[in-house]
T-cell receptor, first 115, second 116 residues
Framework: DTEVTQTPKHLVMGMTNKKSLKCEQHMGHRAMYWYKQKAKKPPELMFVYSYEKLSINESVPSRFSPECPNSSLLNLHLHALQPEDSALYLC??????????????FGEGSWLTVV | AQKVTQAQTEISVVEKEDVTLDCVYETRDTTYYLFWYKQPPSGELVFLIRRNSFDEQNEISGRYSWNFQKSTSSFNFTITASQVVDSAVYFCALSGLKTSYDKVIFGPGTSLSVIP
C-alpha cells in the first residue's frame, strides 16, 4: 500500500469552479512534489516543496496554486482551469538528504476532468 | 543534457514468457541514480528499484532482474515467467545528485501487455 495518499481519486469540475487536490504523507519526507501526467506520456514535474518552501515551479500557469501547510500535507488549488488541464495529477514525496539519493514515492493520483 | 530513451513503446507477451524492457540514458554527471517505476492502469507509480552510478552489480528480486551496464549507458529490466499482473506501463528514470530534489527525468515508458 502506498504511504502517499491523495484525495479525491476522481474529480470533475467546470471551467469556472474552484477545487483542491490534497496529498498527505507519513514517511517523514521533507520534499513533496506535484506531477501532471497526460495519457500515454511520462509524468511532468510541476512543483517541488522542500521544508515547506516552494523550491521549484516549472513555469506552471497561475490557475494552479500549490500550498504546503506542513511537512506532511500538500495541496493543489485549482481555479479557472481549461479542458486541456484534464490529466492525472500525482503527488510524491522524498527525502532531502543527498546521501540517500532522491527516490520519489508516488501516490495513487487524482484523475481530473475539466468540462 | 540528461535524457532517457525507452525504444520499445509497446510489448505483448504470452503469460510465462520472459521479457526484457530496454532503457538507455544520457548524462554528463559522474554521479547519478537510475530508477524503474511500474504504473498499472489504476495510476499509481510504484517504485521498483534505484541504482547509483557507482554500483554496477546486477540485481535480482524474485521474478525481476536488472542489468546495469555503464559502458553502454543501459539499465535493462527483465521479468521472468511473466504474469498477467505484470501488465502495466514501465518507466525508466534518471536523476543527478547535485541537489537532493534534482529533477527526475523519465523515459517515455514501455507499455507491457501480458496475455493469458
Amino acid at each position: 500500500d502506498t504511504e502517499v495518499t491523495q484525495t479525491p481519486k476522481h474529480l470533475v469540475m467546470g471551467m469556472t469552479n474552484k477545487k483542491s487536490l490534497k496529498c498527505e504523507q507519513h514517511m517523514g519526507h521533507r520534499a513533496m512534489y506535484w506531477y501532471k501526467q497526460k495519457a500515454k506520456k511520462p509524468p511532468e514535474l510541476m512543483f517541488v516543496y522542500s521544508y515547506e518552501k516552494l523550491s521549484i515551479n516549472e513555469s506552471v500557469p497561475s490557475r494552479f496554486s500549490p500550498e504546503c501547510p506542513n511537512s506532511s500535507l500538500l495541496n493543489l488549488h485549482l481555479h479557472a482551469l481549461q479542458p486541456e488541464d484534464s490529466a492525472l495529477y500525482l503527488c510524491a514525496s522524498s527525502q532531502v538528504r543527498q546521501s540517500s539519493g532522491n527516490t520519489i514515492y508516488f501516490g495513487e493520483g487524482s484523475w481530473l476532468t475539466v468540462v | 543534457a540528461q535524457k532517457v530513451t525507452q525504444a520499445q513503446t509497446e510489448i505483448s507477451v504470452v503469460e510465462k514468457e520472459d521479457v526484457t524492457l530496454d532503457c538507455v540514458y544520457e548524462t554528463r554527471d559522474t554521479t547519478y541514480y537510475l530508477f524503474w517505476y511500474k504504473q498499472p492502469p489504476s495510476g499509481e507509480l510504484v517504485f521498483l528499484i534505484r541504482r547509483n552510478s557507482f554500483d554496477e552489480q546486477n540485481e535480482i528480486s524474485g521474478r525481476y532482474s536488472w542489468n546495469f551496464q555503464k559502458s553502454t549507458s543501459s539499465f535493462n529490466f527483465t521479468i521472468t515467467a511473466s504474469q498477467v499482473v505484470d501488465s502495466a506501463v514501465y518507466f525508466c528514470a534518471l536523476s543527478g545528485l547535485k541537489t537532493s530534489y534534482d529533477k527526475v527525468i523519465f523515459g517515455p515508458g514501455t507499455s507491457l501487455s501480458v496475455i493469458p
